[in-house]
């Protein structure tokens, strides 16, 4: 019932999920009101992701709803993730994108990937998108050693303004 409440009205159901006693609980909540709200209404989600302050709940947030905001309206999602400020949220809502395009178009995830400025999430993706290259018998196994470098040499943009 609570999530339909967050399809209906997210205001009241965060509003709810905030008041919420246990802070374990709380987080669980508020972030399910939001990736339900993403799901239905991705734009209004975003402002109120954007709105929130910089923690570990907010990436999570920015994550649920560039997830669920790429499969409805790729462009849109785009165009808030680029301009989020830098930072851990962007990286968040970028390690999502890299991981669409992973099942799409693997030299736009490495280059989506490489724009990632935290060392640790960055390498981390990259590694992610070598091993499944590695597996897959229709994409030429990927080599990467140090991100960006390679990138460069191949000719890959690694802005979002780069991806159509």
């Known amino acids: 019932m609570r999530l339909t409440w967050a399809q209906s009205a997210p205001p009241g159901a ?9 802070a374990d609980i709380r987080d669980l909540a ?32 920015a994550r649920a709803v560039a997830g669920r905001w790429l ?3 790729f462009r849109s999602a785009l165009e808030w993730i680029g301009n989020l400020p830098p ?6 809502a970028l390690d999502i ?4 395009f992973a099942r799409r ?3 736009r995830a490495l280059s989506v990937a490489a724009s990632i400025q935290s060392p640790a999430l ?3 993706r990259l590694e992610q998108l070598n091993a499944a290259a590695s597996r897959s018998s229709s ?12 990138l460069a040499r191949a000719g890959f943009g690694v802005g979002l303004h780069d991806i159509n």
């Open 14 to 22: 965060l509003a709810w999920a905030s008041s919420l006693a246990n």
């Open 30 to 61: 508020v972030d399910a009101v939001v990736t339900r709200w993403a799901d239905n209404q991705p734009a209004e989600a975003a402002v109120w992701v954007q709105a929130q302050p910089e923690s570990p709940a907010r990436v999570d947030q």
């Open 71 to 73: 499969e409805t309206d």
């Open 87 to 92: 930072g851990s949220t962007r990286d968040g």
């Open 97 to 100: 994108v890299a991981d669409w």
């Open 105 to 107: 178009d693997p030299a």
């Open 122 to 124: 960055r390498d981390a």
């Open 139 to 150: 994409v030429s196994r990927l080599r990467v050693c140090d991100g960006g470098g390679l």
